[in-house]
């Protein structure tokens, strides 16, 4: 008897430790009000129950809440396997992570973890030396909620798998294969659906206006009109280097026939004094004859 009553006094003891330690200044965040941290100043951290670094910061963390009203500040928790929305749009690649924010400014505390750390880090404005978190990093970004929405699909694809093996009884190998299965077919049809938004945006041959097919019709006609009058003038020009060619060939022609025919004359006209003159020197002989 006196065994259970004190087994049932030291349980009593560790509820009651338990529920002092959680301060009744920590604000629970979850995927419905996380927006409450763009207004105000706020430090948070995210968790996960079997994380034991989180464990060992938890006593710190409780304590730093109950500074918050004295510091005017906030002092929020977020479970990230409650919500893995949240660790999805914060980016959260370790555990445990802290924020401090500043009406909607993020920015990382990588800074000691112990409660007179945290309440100088804010007594101190020390956060105005951080670097705030990149604008396409931003929680409230639209880059970041699609994000958030892989995660928590990967966390319903998680809990979906351990139904199918430990309420269902199916094999391990059987629930991968059937993800597989179903991976392998949404991406086939996210690849057609991608194409399809493709050939519609940038289509390969986009089709002209008909104010640009009728320009481009005209422009056409205008140049076969031109090359056409430019084969005619090239034609003609040949035509008349030909008959400037010809004309000119007969001109030589008839040149060098006459060239002929005056030889020809000269030539017999040279054989016929040739003849004639020996006859006045067969009679001047004659005359020298008598004389003597």
């Not at 009553?5 to 200044?25: C, G, N, P, W």
């Not at 060098?256 to 054989?271: F, I, L, P, T, Y």
Request: net charge positive; with cysteine.
């Amino acid at each position: 008897m006196a065994i259970k009553l004190t087994a049932t006094l030291v349980l009593l003891a560790a509820l009651v430790v338990v529920t002092e330690a959680k301060s009744k200044h920590l604000i629970g965040l979850t995927e419905e009000n996380w927006r409450d941290l763009l207004t105000g100043e706020w430090m948070v951290e995210f968790h996960a129950p079997w994380c034991p670094a989180c464990k060992d910061l938890q006593k710190a963390w409780n304590a730093f809440a109950d500074w918050s009203k004295d510091l005017n500040i906030k002092v929020a928790e977020v479970d990230v396997t409650v919500n893995p929305g949240l660790s999805g749009r914060f980016l959260v690649t370790a555990l445990p992570t802290i924020y401090h924010v500043k009406d909607g400014v993020f920015r990382s505390y990588t800074g000691p973890r112990d409660k007179n750390d945290f309440i100088a880090f804010v007594e101190e404005k020390k956060w105005t030396v951080v670097d705030p978190v990149a604008s396409w990093k931003h929680p409230d970004s639209p880059q970041m909620a699609v994000v958030a929405m892989f995660f928590k699909l990967s966390m319903s694809v998680r809990d979906l798998h351990n139904y199918l093996v430990e309420e269902k009884g199916l094999p391990s190998w059987a629930s991968y294969a059937l993800f597989g299965g179903v991976t392998l077919l949404l991406g086939c049809i996210l690849g057609f659906m991608i194409v399809c938004v493709i050939d519609v945006l940038f289509p390969a041959n986009p089709p002209a206006p008909k104010d640009k097919k009728d320009q481009g019709k005209k422009k056409e006609q205008q140049q076969k009109k031109e090359k056409e009058q430019q084969k005619k003038k090239e034609e003609k020009a040949r035509q008349s280097q030909d008959e400037e060619a010809s004309q000119n060939s007969q001109n030589s022609q008839s040149e060098a026939d006459s060239a002929d025919e005056s030889n020809v004359r000269q030539r017999k006209g040279g054989d016929s004094k040739t003849e004639k003159s020996p006859k006045p020197n067969a009679k001047a002989g004659t005359d020298i004859k008598k004389k003597k």
